[in-house]
């Protein structure tokens, strides 16, 4: 265990809270600040680790922008493929067939909120169905979801996240071929991108969401219930669960503050607050979540009254 320090109030701060079980609440974790990215406090944040439904942020993500970017309507709604319910993995709450009709809109809910596999993979085949003609020669002889995929990849890179893989727009482990892989600090910037958006965090910030899809002329309705059962408490207003046994027990929050307002002569500064938690390989995520977000509060506040200093990384434990 390696610690940097970056200033004397973080030391000794980490110094007063820090214990062998408490390392131990998380394989890897980061406690990051949304507005400058800088990291409060991270274990093992660069470590290469299963990520399981946490890609789905990515997923969310890029059906987003391209739905910003083209103007698409989400209303519109698509036909479940064959394709979405084989690579589910069995991960289906809704009970989606092939050839149901569902909107992007309650697709992006679903997978979000209830972590529904076939809704990831619907969205990846129509988005990356629309992409590929864009992609030159090389994206053309992929098949939508790759194609989806590598829009994925380019995002991660896009945001530096140089330590990530993605492989499939829902996060689960492949039994053969290349593994996805991702960090905690990687996933921290991901979820600063993610949470910018106003339109993402609309779909993370609901508790429940009643979604509907039509099945050969007949609407049925269905509850999304959020995973993230910490939204609406701490502050807490987002983002998502991962699991798998790989992975263990994954989940990031983000949880506001009201915004600092202070008074500079005639000019009134407004920060916002905003932290977010990444937590990957818990035994029990719900417990490290609300450790970490009231830790993270308090070195956070200690970090603001020195000035919110950007110097050299936090401590790494």
């Not at 400058?36 to 987003?64: C, D, F, P, W």
């Not at 983000?254 to 937590?279: H, K």
């Amino acid at each position: 265990m390696r610690n940097v320090v970056r200033s004397l109030f973080v030391a000794v701060t980490v110094l007063r809270f820090m214990s062998g079980a408490e390392a131990q609440m998380a394989a890897a974790y980061v406690v990051a600040d949304q507005t400058t990215g800088y990291v409060l406090e991270a274990y093992k944040g660069e470590e290469k680790r299963q990520v399981a439904s946490l890609t789905k942020i990515a997923t969310g993500k890029v059906v987003l922008d391209w739905a910003s970017k083209t103007s698409r309507d989400l209303a519109e709604q698509v036909v479940v493929p064959p394709q979405a319910i084989e690579e589910a993995g069995g991960v289906n709450p809704m009970g989606l067939l092939p050839n149901d009709l569902i909107s992007y809109r309650d697709l992006i809910y679903a997978a979000l909120m209830q972590s529904d596999n076939t809704a990831a993979t619907t969205l990846a085949y129509y988005v990356g169905a629309a992409l590929r003609p864009e992609g030159g020669e090389r994206m053309r002889e992929l098949g939508a979801v790759e194609v989806f995929v590598s829009q994925m990849n380019a995002l991660s890179r896009q945001l530096g996240m140089e330590r990530t893989l993605f492989v499939n727009p829902h996060g689960l482990e492949p039994s053969k071929g290349l593994q996805p892989y991702s960090t905690a600090v990687d996933m921290a910037r991901l979820t600063a991108y993610a949470m910018k958006d106003p339109a993402f965090r609309f779909y993370v910030s609901q508790k429940e969401r009643k979604v509907s899809f039509n099945r050969g002329g007949q609407v049925f309705q269905y509850l999304l219930r959020n995973t993230n059962e910490l939204v609406g408490t701490e502050g807490i207003d987002g983002v998502k669960t991962g699991r798998t046994a790989k992975a263990g027990e994954c989940i990031i929050v983000s949880s506001q503050r009201d915004p600092e307002v202070t008074q500079q002569g005639n000019t009134t500064l407004v920060t916002p607050r905003r932290l977010n938690v990444v937590i990957l390989g818990a035994t029990d995520r719900i417990a490290a979540a609300y450790q970490l977000i009231s830790r993270g509060w308090t070195l956070y506040d200690q970090w603001a009254a020195a000035g919110r200093p950007m110097g050299n990384q936090a401590v790494q434990r």
